[in-house]
């Protein structure tokens, strides 16, 4: 049974401004969210334990208290659950290169996520950038972060997936002394692990980070 | 002389060190400053000191600057914190990609020192939460694992501490235990483990497998009727008693033989005789044998002639014997060649009819015996007997040769030699 010691970086930022923050005809209220997307390729093995993960916490702003927190999350899927973000908004792509040198156009698909370099190189990183928060303006009944966010590939339906651990992220590092086994009787080939929020939050958040874990398949 | 001011290239302001500045005046050379006695700035000097004072100001305005800037961002941060959502319109609002853009985004988390303080403040709050205490007689309870949060999980005192109690009463937890009272399932009724086993009716099984997939709930006697899988039954049924206490089976009996220990004096009815297998036995194992065998007499003792009884039909010799004992007479008949007489522990009287000539031989001769052998010449007649080399035999006396003659030798041996002495004429 293989015994890895990993540690991933991650990040997760929301940009947010409000309505009528602007004149016309800015005066919608937008939103830019970025986060991290890492896997781990875990051989569909069958029972999978993840032991003793430790959040390391090197940057976490907000200017105003989040009524959602940023949350954590581990689960298995299979391979290219991401070109769930092959959807109709335009998104900035850092492909493990420390800059969102990458413009994916809409109904594009986005360049492959690589596991075997997430661990050692820059994250890989997907960007919604400047998307209006309602499609519907000036009515803003329709929300438009259900479906251009980092959370649908927690949240969407078309994926397949089981779901593992989510922890929630706050200001402070934190160890879990715990160890949990997952049966993979679906025989998953990736553990992936995002950082996501559930819903949008009115005001600006920054985090960053580092956890540590050790996997056993 | 001039002072070497070695500061002076570190930007720190001259001082003036009057230890060491000799200062003295025009007309009589006395001492103007403390132990000064000359005049040491020479117009070099003031020049390097107006423009290193000149850089000096310069660098402290800079300074200033940029402090009146720093205080300004914190200001403005420490605004946005307190006044935040009063809008703060920032053309980067929405639009922030790398998290280098939200440095001026302020969170509580990143106040220095406060943590710290909320921590000093808790560890000083549950300290004196935890100095909570009630006393044992009250019997109050507070729980204290939340320092924040102190609960009192019980208000009533515990039953050792009630006074004046009543007695004779069973508490709850004497409930379904030893010496308690019995308790109630959901239906009202007293629970199958409470209950003394009332299932023991017998069972009949057909075999030793379905014996063993009995669900008992007691000590029950079972049937097997083909207990062969049993591994101390041979064949037919056999009887069990189910052990539950142990979960064990017990077996009582079986077809093919009793398993019981049964002594032969408990037996009734039993034959007084029974044909007996032949077999062996100590003498140990029969009462008294030694006993009366001690009382008896060895075979090697001799018998005193008063132990005899006479009898017509017993005696002491053998049969081989009796020939000599009743003086019988052993008949050769014809003989051609040379016959071995018997020793006399068997005959004393012989008779031989000559058909030839013969040597007498005798076997195992005995001392003190007397041999007496009838001849009898045949139809030819002529026929000689050649006595044993040892004999002695007057003169004139031999046999009789005519035909159908008969002759009587007598022969006695001393263990020597054979006196010998031929009759004829009859």
Do not use: C
């Amino acid at each position: 049974m293989p015994q890895l010691n990993l540690s991933h970086k991650f990040s997760y930022s929301q940009s947010y401004r409000r309505r009528d923050e602007q004149v016309a005809p800015d005066n919608f209220s937008r939103y830019t969210e970025t986060a991290t997307i890492s896997k781990v390729y875990v051989e569909k093995a069958k029972e999978i334990r993840i032991v003793n993960p430790l959040f390391m916490i090197t940057e976490f702003r907000s200017k105003i208290s989040l009524e959602n927190p940023v949350e954590f999350a581990f689960f298995l899927a299979n391979e290219n659950i991401e070109s769930i973000f092959n959807d109709s908004y335009q998104k900035f792509i850092d492909p493990n290169a420390g800059r969102y040198n990458t413009i994916v156009a809409p109904n594009e698909p986005i360049p492959m996520i690589n596991p075997a370099v997430l661990q050692a190189g820059f994250s890989y990183r997907i960007g919604y950038f400047e998307i209006p928060e309602y499609s519907d303006f000036p009515d803003d009944t329709e929300e438009n972060f259900p479906f251009a966010s980092i959370s649908k590939i927690m949240f969407d339906a078309r994926i397949q997936k089981q779901l593992a651990a989510i922890y929630t992220i706050k200001s402070v590092s934190f160890a879990t002394n715990e160890q949990f086994l997952i049966k993979n009787t679906n025989g998953y080939e990736y553990l992936y692990l995002i950082p996501f929020i559930q819903k949008i939050q009115n005001t600006e958040i920054a985090l960053a980070g580092r956890v540590n874990f050790q996997l056993e398949y | 002389m001039a002072k070497v001011f070695s500061y002076s290239v570190e930007g720190i302001p001259f001082l003036w060190e009057f230890n060491s500045i000799y200062i003295s005046s025009d007309s009589n050379n006395a001492e103007l400053g403390r132990e000064g006695v000359h005049v040491v700035l020479e117009p070099s000097d003031l020049d390097d000191l107006i423009t290193t004072l000149t850089n000096e100001i310069t660098s402290r305005v800079q300074t200033d600057t940029e402090l009146s800037e720093g205080l300004n961002l914190t200001n403005q941060r420490i605004d946005n914190l307190l006044y935040d959502p009063v809008p703060e319109s920032s053309v980067k609002n929405g639009s922030r990609l790398y998290l280098d853009e939200f440095i001026e985004v302020f969170s509580t988390d990143q106040v220095d020192g406060l943590e710290q303080r909320f921590a000093l403040f808790t560890n000083a709050l549950s300290g004196k939460l935890s100095d909570l205490i009630a006393s044992v007689g009250t019997g109050i309870t507070i729980d204290k694992s939340n320092p924040a949060f102190p609960v009192i999980s019980q208000n009533r005192p515990l039953w050792d501490n009630i006074q004046n109690k009543p007695g004779g009463i069973q508490l709850t937890s004497q409930k379904g235990q030893s010496n308690g009272y019995a308790s109630l399932d959901g239906s009202g009724k007293v629970p199958v483990s409470q209950i003394p086993n009332l299932n023991s009716s017998l069972q009949i099984v057909s075999n030793i497998t379905e014996r063993n997939a009995l669900v008992l709930t007691g000590n029950t006697p079972v049937l097997v009727i083909d207990a062969s899988d049993d591994s101390n039954v041979t064949s037919g049924h056999a009887f069990y008693v189910y052990d539950f206490a142990n979960t064990t089976w017990i077996k009582t009996s079986e077809q093919e033989s009793l398993d019981i220990i049964l002594s032969w004096m408990n037996i009734t009815g039993k034959p007084t005789t029974f044909p007996p297998e032949a077999h062996n036995h100590l003498i140990s194992e029969i009462t008294g044998l030694q006993t009366a065998l001690d009382g008896k007499r060895n075979t090697e003792d001799t018998i005193s002639a008063n132990y005899i009884i006479q009898e017509n039909n017993k005696f002491f010799v053998s049969t081989a014997e009796q020939g000599r004992w009743n003086n019988d007479l052993y008949d050769f008949g014809t003989v051609t060649s040379s016959p071995s007489f018997f020793d006399f522990g068997l005959y004393n009287s012989f008779k031989v009819t000559l058909g030839g000539n013969i040597t007498v031989n005798i076997n195992s001769p005995r001392s003190g015996q007397v041999y007496i052998i009838k001849f009898i010449q045949d139809a030819t007649g002529g026929r000689t007997v050649t006595l044993p080399g040892s004999s002695l035999l007057p003169s004139g006396e031999s046999i009789n040769t005519d035909p159908n003659s008969i002759s009587l030798l007598t022969l006695h041996y001393d263990g020597t030699e054979y006196l010998a002495s031929w009759k004829s004429g009859f």
